[in-house]
């Protein structure tokens, strides 16, 4: 595996006429994005395309993600899918302030691209499936796997759920 995988050498296309396309093939087995972030059976294709203003890439990418269940708490395997779409102007007169523009020697690393993408598509609170019934808060068995006997929460004695609440300071201010 070569050692920067996601850099693209573009020199070709500026002598190249608008319209001019090139796809990219991208598969992995495992890609360590950074100490934190791994990707498994990474596949995905990169077009780049030259227009009037600069060169266009646009890039589609799906690969298996470990994460764990924010319910049960098992580690399961996660199938991610996402796309990108950016533009790398030829010069800064035509860009603005926010745009890419094109390095002089015409190569681009879009492995910060697509990790940001892949980053944004994961989701907020993963669960290991649909209806996932987590654990149970009293005993900590898995009650994906059968009924533990525990209904809920015992509750406290002697406490009155107000005393607990995070505005019960806000009582003695009101002066009641």
Request: aromatic residues 10%.
């Given at each position: ?7 693209l050498?573009l ?6 006429s608008p ?14 994005f950074?100490?934190e972030f ?8 990169v ?10 890439v646009?890039?589609?990418f799906?690969?298996?993600?470990e ?7 098992k580690?399961?395997?996660y ?6 779409d ?21 190569q ?6 697509i ?44 406490t ?17």
């Open positions: 595996m070569s050692k920067h995988p996601f850099i050498k020199g070709a296309f500026l002598h190249q319209g001019y396309s090139r796809e990219f093939p991208f598969e992995h087995a495992k890609f360590q950074s100490d791994s990707v498994k059976d990474l596949k995905g294709t077009v780049v395309t030259r227009s009037q203003q600069g060169i266009l646009q890039g589609n799906n690969g298996e993600l994460l764990d269940c924010v319910r049960c708490l580690e399961y395997n199938s991610l899918a996402w796309d990108f950016e533009l790398y102007f030829f010069n800064k007169r035509d860009a603005s302030k926010e745009d890419l523009i094109l390095p002089d020697n015409a681009i690393d879009i492995k910060r691209i990790l940001e993408e892949a980053l944004l598509v994961i989701p907020y609170s993963p669960t290991c499936k649909e209806g996932c019934e987590g654990l149970c808060q009293v005993c900590g068995t898995d009650l994906n796997f059968g009924d533990c006997g525990h209904d809920e929460l015992p509750p406290q004695e002697g009155d759920e107000e005393e607990h609440s995070p505005f019960a300071g806000l009582k003695d201010l009101l002066g009641e």
